[in-house]
């Protein structure tokens, strides 16, 4: 037992460095220097730009193929025919990591111009709207899977996206970005070849520029700030990203540019509706034109992004009017007059704390954090732990059955759910499912997200319940037949009981594993109020630009895990040596002596 004291030293020291943590956050220097605005608020005029005249010479706006000549008025629209999974409520799948365009702002709510303008358009048609966030990679056959009646995400069109899913005449248009870090040899797409290592986001029109266009094998990043971050780390050569988010992340002293710019050729963003949904695509075509010509899409252009639209190109339908908008170049030439003041580049450390150490982001992210994205991950953890376990313990007791109709389906189970990715396990039972069981669920699948994680860590508990059982010896089963008791019996008085009580430690590490896994959740699409512990942390780290906010969602998976580790320790030590020996009152000890 001399190891005790140590064990427990170890964990009182891991938490008061937790504790240190917190308290630091909350008492930071307050210094918001580093943070920079809010990137999921209004920039307003004062960031205007004009039309990069950068352009790759290869660059060329093909033909307008896809725009309506005109639309129906909005009063015509019957919304009783659009094919809406919640009669009267359009819901609408989006991203909260892509600021100015599709963000979450500091107040939990999904923003930006592309849902702002959304949410006027569906106005003028007398529609409300449903926002829940979910990864871009699946937005779009979530879309086609009749998950969420709209994507809104900045979407390129593209002849293969057309192929999935339908999409609404443009309300923006795209140019690509080429960010490099100061001093970099990589003045322009030309100079890119086989060796660079070039950031994109999977699964974005980017992304497909690099493979089919410029015919380079990329990296790979999930959201826009990983990607610039590795930029500004060295870790890549170049990123690739569209021309808003590009503008809207680089800060003064970051040391990196906008070499070369591209446009999205031939195509615009617009909103993805379910193929074959025309009456939805009608309807929203009316309310762009009609948010358009009301001033209201002005108003928003100037306010989120406000840059001078390309030459021949405007939203809307061919009929709408061309927005009455500021001269962009105008008020981006005088902001450039008034600040010729250079900023120095801030040195490798000076970045590293501020990109991952920001006692400011921390004392902000925090309420959040605890209030949202800690309840959010208990849930899923235990209601998926507790359905897991029994799963578990009925795979563990058929996979030992002497019945090869129960123990050959258990096998089977258990290598399908160990063997797939929990991602794949996530997206089926979500997607798949999902449509299934919309009625029931109310087409949230949140609680189809716990019965995922339930399935994949039924799998492996169900092992761990196997090998614990297997591990009893023979001569338990034995004895309890020996005096009376049957197979059944026998197997659930005596030797489950003691293959359970083997393998508690190995639960609990389970359930540990629960905890990091409900991040996965985020794929189904949530509300924000139904954010874990990662994806708040992200929301925040796509507000500011800063990965400060992840850290801090790290810090909260310590405290919830750290206690459990040990925990798990203490159970393992009790049940390899006992409880510890307790010496004997004097007082008790001459009482047992004397009534002998």
Same mark, same amino acid.
């Given at each position: 037992?001399?190891?005790?004291?140590?064990?427990?030293?170890?964990?009182?020291?891991?938490?008061?460095?937790?504790?240190?943590?917190?308290?630091?956050?909350?008492?930071?220097?307050?210094?918001?220097?580093?943070?920079?605005?809010?990137?999921?608020?209004?920039?307003?005029?004062?960031?205007?730009?004009?039309?990069?005249?950068?352009?790759?010479?290869?660059?060329?706006?093909?033909?307008?193929?896809?725009?309506?000549?005109?639309?129906?008025?909005?009063?015509?629209?019957?919304?009783?025919?659009?094919?809406?999974?919640?009669?009267?409520?359009? !819901? %609408?799948?989006?991203?909260?990591?892509?600021?100015?365009?599709?963000?979450?702002?500091?107040?939990?709510?999904?923003?930006?111009?592309?849902?702002?303008?959304?949410?006027?358009?569906?106005?003028?048609?007398?529609?409300?709207?449903?926002?829940?966030?979910?990864?871009?990679?699946?937005?779009?056959?979530?879309?086609?899977?009749?998950?969420?009646?709209?994507?809104?995400?900045?979407?390129?069109?593209?002849?293969?996206?057309?192929?999935? %899913?339908?999409?609404?005449?443009?309300?923006?248009?795209?140019?690509?970005?080429?960010?490099?870090?100061?001093? !970099?040899?990589?003045?322009?797409?030309?100079?890119?070849?086989?060796?660079?290592?070039?950031?994109?986001?999977?699964?974005?029109?980017?992304?497909?520029?690099?493979?089919?266009?410029?015919?380079?094998? =990329?990296?790979?990043?999930?959201?826009?700030?990983?990607?610039?971050?590795?930029?500004?780390?060295?870790?890549?050569?170049?990123?690739?990203?569209? !021309?808003?988010?590009?503008?809207?992340?680089?800060? =003064?002293?970051?040391?990196?540019?906008?070499?070369?710019?591209?446009?999205?050729?031939?195509?615009?963003?617009?909103?993805?509706?379910?193929?074959?949904?025309?009456?939805?695509?009608?309807?929203?075509?009316?309310?762009?034109?009609?948010?358009?010509?009301?001033?209201?899409?002005?108003?928003?252009?100037?306010?989120?992004?406000?840059?001078?639209?390309?030459?021949?190109?405007?939203?809307?339908?061919?009929?709408?009017?061309?927005?009455?908008?500021?001269?962009?170049?105008?008020?981006?030439?005088?902001?450039?007059?008034?600040?010729?003041?250079?900023?120095?580049?801030?040195?490798?450390?000076?970045?590293?704390?501020?990109?991952?150490?920001?006692?400011?982001?921390?004392?902000?992210?925090?309420?959040?954090?605890?209030?949202?994205? $800690?309840?959010?991950?208990?849930?899923?953890?235990?209601?998926?732990?507790?359905?897991?376990? %029994?799963?578990?313990?009925?795979?563990?007791?058929?996979?030992?059955?002497?019945?090869?109709?129960?123990?050959?389906?258990?096998?089977?189970?258990?290598?399908?759910?160990?063997?797939?990715?929990?991602?794949?396990?996530?997206?089926?039972?979500?997607?798949?499912?999902?449509?299934?069981?919309?009625?029931?669920?109310?087409?949230?699948?949140?609680?189809?997200?716990?019965?995922?994680?339930?399935?994949?860590? !039924?799998?492996?508990?169900?092992?761990?319940?196997?090998?614990?059982?297997?591990?009893?010896? =023979?001569?338990? $089963?034995?004895?309890?037949?020996?005096?009376?008791?049957?197979?059944?019996?026998?197997?659930?008085?005596?030797?489950?009981?003691?293959?359970?009580?083997?393998?508690?430690?190995?639960?609990?590490?389970?359930?540990?594993?629960?905890?990091?896994?409900?991040?996965?959740?985020?794929?189904?699409?949530?509300?924000?109020?139904?954010?874990? $512990?990662?994806?708040?942390?992200?929301?925040?780290?796509?507000?500011?630009?800063?990965?400060?906010?992840?850290?801090?969602?790290?810090?909260?998976?310590?405290?919830?895990?750290?206690?459990?580790?040990?925990?798990?320790?203490?159970?393992?030590?009790?049940?390899?040596?006992?409880?510890?020996?307790?010496?004997?009152?004097?007082?008790?000890?001459?009482?047992?002596?004397?009534?002998?």
């Amino acid at each position: 037992m001399a190891g005790l004291p140590a064990v427990r030293s170890r964990a009182l020291i891991a938490v008061l460095l937790l504790a240190v943590a917190f308290l630091a956050a909350g008492c930071g220097s307050g210094d918001d220097s580093s943070t920079g605005r809010d990137l999921c608020s209004p920039p307003g005029l004062s960031a205007a730009s004009a039309a990069p005249t950068n352009l790759a010479s290869s660059a060329s706006a093909g033909p307008d193929r896809f725009t309506t000549a005109s639309s129906v008025p909005p009063q015509s629209i019957d919304i009783g025919k659009l094919g809406l999974i919640t009669p009267g409520t359009l !819901s %609408v799948g989006t991203l909260s990591d892509a600021p100015p365009s599709i963000c979450v702002n500091a107040q939990g709510a999904f923003t930006g111009f592309d849902n702002q303008l959304l949410e006027a358009v569906a106005a003028k048609i007398g529609l409300r709207v449903e926002f829940s966030g979910t990864e871009f990679a699946g937005l779009l056959a979530q879309v086609a899977g009749r998950r969420f009646d709209v994507g809104s995400s900045n979407i390129t069109t593209t002849d293969a996206r057309r192929q999935l %899913v339908g999409f609404t005449n443009g309300y923006d248009f795209g140019y690509f970005a080429l960010v490099v870090p100061a001093g !970099s040899p990589v003045k322009g797409f030309a100079d890119l070849n086989s060796g660079s290592r070039i950031a994109v986001v999977q699964g974005t029109v980017q992304d497909d520029y690099v493979v089919n266009t410029l015919k380079l094998d =990329p990296v790979k990043f999930p959201d826009y700030n990983t990607a610039y971050a590795n930029l500004k780390s060295g870790q890549v050569d170049a990123w690739v990203a569209p !021309s808003a988010q590009a503008e809207g992340a680089i800060k =003064p002293g970051d040391g990196t540019a906008v070499v070369q710019n591209a446009f999205s050729l031939d195509n615009f963003a617009a909103w993805a509706v379910g193929k074959g949904n025309q009456p939805l695509i009608d309807a929203l075509n009316s309310g762009l034109d009609a948010v358009i010509a009301d001033g209201t899409y002005a108003r928003l252009y100037t306010d989120w992004v406000p840059r001078q639209l390309p030459p021949g190109w405007k939203p809307g339908s061919k009929a709408a009017p061309v927005p009455q908008l500021p001269d962009f170049a105008a008020v981006a030439a005088e902001q450039q007059s008034d600040d010729t003041a250079p900023n120095a580049p801030k040195s490798t450390f000076q970045q590293l704390r501020e990109t991952f150490f920001d006692w400011s982001l921390y004392r902000e992210a925090f309420p959040d954090l605890l209030r949202t994205g $800690l309840p959010n991950t208990l849930i899923l953890a235990v209601v998926s732990g507790f359905l897991g376990t %029994v799963i578990g313990m009925l795979l563990a007791v058929a996979g030992i059955s002497r019945t090869r109709w129960l123990r050959w389906p258990a096998r089977v189970y258990t290598d399908i759910f160990r063997g797939l990715p929990a991602v794949v396990i996530i997206l089926l039972i979500g997607l798949g499912v999902g449509p299934v069981v919309k009625n029931l669920t109310g087409n949230n699948p949140y609680w189809l997200g716990a019965v995922a994680l339930a399935l994949l860590a !039924s799998a492996y508990i169900g092992e761990i319940f196997r090998s614990g059982i297997q591990s009893v010896e =023979p001569g338990q $089963l034995e004895a309890a037949r020996a005096i009376g008791f049957g197979y059944t019996q026998s197997m659930v008085l005596v030797v489950i009981p003691q293959g359970v009580r083997r393998v508690l430690p190995a639960l609990m590490n389970q359930f540990i594993a629960l905890i990091k896994d409900s991040s996965l959740i985020y794929f189904l699409g949530l509300l924000a109020s139904q954010r874990e $512990l990662f994806a708040v942390g992200r929301d925040f780290n796509a507000q500011t630009g800063n990965l400060s906010p992840l850290v801090a969602a790290g810090l909260v998976y310590l405290a919830l895990t750290i206690p459990l580790t040990h925990l798990v320790n203490y159970i393992d030590r009790r049940m390899r040596t006992g409880r510890p020996d307790r010496p004997i009152d004097e007082l008790e000890q001459a009482t047992i002596t004397e009534g002998r």
